[in-house]
């Protein structure tokens, strides 16, 4: 696959998702991300087969796709062959190219649990557009702009705060607390903290700075979740 491929972005979503991912599209545009959105293409496509159009964009021309998991997106017959396409560039590559991004837990053929995601529950599209950056920024799989490394700065910068106890209850679906589940918090300043729950499920963390957070949470017996934009 070439370097310079024509997209930073693909955008893979269900209609009935369109109003959150027309905002993080919008966004990302803004700060100088080249993205595919399929607004933003109404004219290229125009009068194409859409059928080989996309399967080229999702297999060639993206250096990463954003799934935006749903309810619809499982049954829907354009956004399975969207992650089809995508799913054969990840096979091929063998590395990251799949970036999930979860407004439900639906399971999606091809994904595994133990894949990586953002939580889109209470993470507004500012935040994912952020976390999008640091992903291009850093992986190093492409050179930003210098418009996006600007944004990226004005995005992270937050005015600290006093500290606070912050304590996470980890639970299934069950409410059954989850023991030895280790919950690992990353501030805006790029410094983390990381704690196992004990047998009631609970992690504390005595926080001396109040910042926007990160919190994954990982246990070998569940999914890997990231919640963004927490705040204690």
Request: glycine share 4%.
């Amino acid at each position: 696959m070439p370097d310079d491929r024509e997209y930073d972005i693909a955008l893979s979503f269900a209609s009935e998702d369109r109003e959150y991912v027309d905002r993080v599209a919008n966004i990302l545009k803004e700060h100088g991300v080249k993205v595919f959105y399929d607004h933003f293409e109404l004219a290229k496509l125009w009068g194409k087969n859409l059928y080989e159009s996309l399967m080229e964009v999702y297999f060639k021309r993206a250096k990463y796709t954003v799934i935006f998991i749903s309810k619809a997106y499982a049954i829907k017959h354009w956004t399975n062959h969207e992650r089809q396409a995508a799913q054969a560039r990840a096979f091929e590559e063998n590395q990251e190219y799949i970036l999930p991004a979860r407004f439900d837990d639906t399971e999606i053929p091809g994904i595994l649990p133990t894949t990586g995601y953002v939580s889109l529950v209470n993470c507004p599209p500012e935040r994912l557009v952020s976390l999008i950056l640091q992903k291009i920024i850093h992986t190093g799989d492409s050179v930003p702009t210098e418009l996006v490394r600007r944004d990226f700065s004005t995005l992270e910068k937050h005015v600290s705060r006093a500290g606070s106890v912050y304590t996470v209850f980890v639970r299934d679906d069950e409410g059954t607390s989850i023991v030895g589940c280790e919950i690992t918090i990353q501030a805006d300043n790029g410094t983390c903290k990381s704690i196992i729950t004990g047998n009631d499920g609970i992690a504390m963390f005595n926080l001396k700075i109040s910042r926007p957070s990160t919190l994954l949470a990982s246990h070998p017996n569940f999914p890997v979740s990231i919640f963004s934009q927490m705040d204690a």
